[in-house]
């Protein structure tokens, strides 16, 4: 069994310049465990970013800055 994800609730915070909304989703697990998930998305139409956090250690992914380049064409 795979992982599938179960849209929630789609929320619009902002529709200026770019959308910005508020999405919760359920993630399945393979196991059976559910987990709901939580994340503001900003929408450009062509693309979308979102902001990997680390709750247990306080942090963005690895915990190392991003730079510049390592966030491709934007």
């Known amino acids: 069994m795979s992982q599938t994800i ?5 929320k619009i915070l902002s529709d200026n310049y770019f959308t910005l909304r508020n999405i919760t989703y359920d ?4 196991n059976g465990e559910v987990i709901r998930h939580k994340r503001e998305v900003y929408d450009r139409g062509n693309g979308a970013t979102i902001l990997l956090y680390n709750s247990t250690k306080k ?4 915990g190392s800055p991003v730079s510049r380049g390592d966030m491709g064409q934007w």
């Open 59 to 62: 942090n963005r992914g690895s």
């Open 6 to 10: 179960t849209l929630i609730k789609d």
């Open 27 to 30: 993630l399945t697990r393979r």
